[in-house]
Nanobody, 121 residues
Framework: VQLQASGGGLVQAGGSLRLSCAAS????????MDWYRQAPGKQRELVAA???????NYADSVKGRFTISRDNAKNTVYLQMNSLKPEDTAVYYC????????????????WGQGTQVTVSS
């Protein structure tokens, strides 16, 4: 499977961005699709996660501002980011957990390439 992320960019504080991440391949299902971020000099952290059944989890720092959603039929996950702050500046990575293929095989996880989000003050 390949995870292709898009939607990053430069935005002023208070603005919005929408990230997308599409998984391609002969995929039967993906249990979890998540967004992580890593700022310079910091560890990678979970931003938002969503299971195939719709259960969501957010980092406290983004609750009420970010919304994760999925289109299971398209194996795509989105991250709507509103009221962006300079501290949201980071490289954002999409992550897929427990990927099942139509061949019957599975993969425990896969990371996508990062997309840069820069929020200016």
């Amino acid at each position: 499977v390949q995870l292709q992320a898009s939607g990053g960019g430069l935005v002023q504080a208070g603005g919005s961005l929408r990230l997308s991440c599409a998984a391609s391949g002969s995929i039967r299902s993906i249990e979890a699709m998540d967004w992580y971020r890593q700022a310079p000099g910091k560890q990678r952290e979970l931003v938002a996660a969503m299971t195939a059944g719709g259960h969501t989890n957010y980092a406290d720092s983004v609750k009420g501002r970010f919304t994760i959603s999925r289109d299971n039929a398209k194996n795509t996950v989105y991250l709507q980011m509103n009221s962006l702050k300079p501290e949201d500046t980071a490289v954002y990575y999409c992550h897929a957990g427990l990927i099942r293929y139509w061949s019957g095989s599975y993969e425990s996880e896969r990371w996508g390439q990062g997309t840069q989000v820069t929020v200016s003050s």
